[in-house]
């Protein structure tokens, strides 16, 4: 586990802000989600954490370490990402996408060990998706798809996850497996989310962002406010709790406009 630190992150590309101006950070084992509308620029804020994109201004620290200093190699040692479209063009076998999560372990040019190979067997088994090991990516479900990512993850052995809507395209049963393996996993967690009630329920601190910028953080039950919900997302909400565990959920209108 690691904390992770954001800190006044700007984002400019041809002279839009997509990101202005973003801090934020993520304590040791904490699952941090980034809830916002459609385009308020959580993508492009992971990218930056996850490297796919530099940004304008601003640091993200990994520990007390500076992570556009590090090498590729030695930021993959610490973050493994699930993209929000995480596509693999070239139809590897789920073996060989998980394999891949070793690279930033080996040294070049040097074979697979062993030992990597125990890594990547226990990371598939232990998001259900062991006997998919033979089989090629591409033929895989969605739901597949994505465990088969999150082993690859996993198989990294990072100390922090980012990941981007990591539900999407998934059944109900499949978007809360895939939540509690991520809460499972014990490492410090920054995701996206779409689902307000899913992050409400497998968060421990929300971040709403819109138009690029923070607007509101917390606990979910103290940011998920009626108010809140119709600024940024155009909704009435009424907040009722679970009625078996007493946390926030939501249940929505469309806001006519007055
Ligand atoms: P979200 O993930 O919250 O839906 P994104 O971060 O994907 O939002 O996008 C935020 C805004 O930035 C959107 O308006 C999007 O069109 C724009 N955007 C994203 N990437 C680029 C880019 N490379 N060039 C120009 N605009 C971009
Ligand atoms: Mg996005």
Same mark, same amino acid.
């Given at each position: /586990?690691?904390?992770?630190? +954001?800190?006044?992150?700007? *984002?400019?590309?041809?002279?839009?802000?997509?990101? %202005?101006?973003?801090?934020?950070?993520? %304590?040791?084992?904490? *699952?941090?989600?980034?809830?916002?509308?459609?385009?308020?620029?959580?993508?492009?804020?992971?990218?930056?954490?996850?490297?796919?994109?530099?940004?304008? #201004?601003?640091?993200?620290?990994?520990? %007390?370490?500076?992570?556009?200093? /590090?090498?590729?190699?030695?930021?993959?040692?610490?973050?493994?990402?699930?993209?929000?479209?995480?596509?693999?063009?070239?139809?590897?076998?789920?073996?060989? $996408?998980?394999?891949?999560?070793?690279?930033?372990?080996?040294?070049? /040019?040097?074979?697979?060990?062993?030992?990597?190979?125990?890594?990547? !067997?226990?990371?598939?088994?232990? $998001?259900? #998706?062991?006997?998919?090991?033979?089989?090629?990516?591409?033929?895989?479900?969605?739901?597949?798809?994505?465990? $088969?990512?999150?082993?690859?993850?996993?198989?990294?052995?990072?100390?922090?996850?980012?990941?981007?809507?990591?539900?999407?395209?998934?059944? +109900?049963?499949?978007?809360?497996?895939?939540?509690?393996?991520?809460?499972?996993?014990?490492?410090?967690?920054?995701? #996206?989310?779409?689902?307000?009630?899913?992050?409400?329920?497998?968060?421990?601190?929300?971040?709403? +962002? %819109?138009?690029?910028? +923070?607007?509101?953080?917390?606990?979910?039950?103290? $940011?998920?406010?009626?108010?809140?919900?119709? !600024?940024?997302?155009?909704?009435?909400?009424?907040? *009722?709790?679970?009625? !078996?565990?007493?946390? *926030?959920?939501?249940?929505?209108?469309?806001?006519?406009?007055?």
């Amino acid at each position: /586990m690691m904390r992770i630190d +954001i800190d006044e992150l700007t *984002v400019e590309i041809s002279g839009a802000r997509l990101v %202005d101006d973003v801090t934020l950070r993520a %304590d040791e084992g904490q *699952v941090v989600g980034l809830v916002g509308p459609n385009g308020s620029g959580k993508s492009t804020l992971l990218r930056c954490v996850y490297r796919a994109l530099r940004p304008s #201004a601003g640091t993200v620290r990994l520990g %007390d370490e500076d992570l556009y200093t /590090m090498s590729a190699r030695e930021s993959a040692r610490r973050l493994a990402a699930l993209p929000q479209e995480a596509v693999t063009e070239f139809d590897f076998t789920v073996a060989e $996408v998980v394999a891949m999560g070793r690279l930033p372990h080996q040294r070049s /040019m040097a074979r697979t060990t062993e030992e990597d190979r125990r890594t990547c !067997e226990a990371a598939l088994a232990g $998001v259900g #998706a062991g006997h998919l090991t033979d089989r090629g990516f591409l033929t895989l479900s969605g739901g597949e798809k994505q465990r $088969v990512l999150i082993a690859r993850a996993l198989a990294q052995q990072p100390r922090v996850l980012v990941l981007d809507e990591p539900t999407n395209h998934l059944d +109900i049963a499949q978007q809360l497996e895939v939540l509690a393996l991520v809460r499972e996993s014990g490492l410090t967690v920054l995701t #996206a989310l779409h689902d307000l009630n899913l992050a409400a329920l497998h968060c421990d601190v929300l971040h709403v +962002i %819109d138009g690029g910028r +923070i607007v509101a953080s917390g606990a979910p039950h103290d $940011v998920l406010t009626p108010a809140l919900l119709a !600024e940024v997302f155009g909704v009435r909400a009424h907040r *009722v709790p679970h009625p !078996e565990t007493g946390a *926030v959920q939501l249940l929505f209108d469309r806001l006519l406009a007055a």
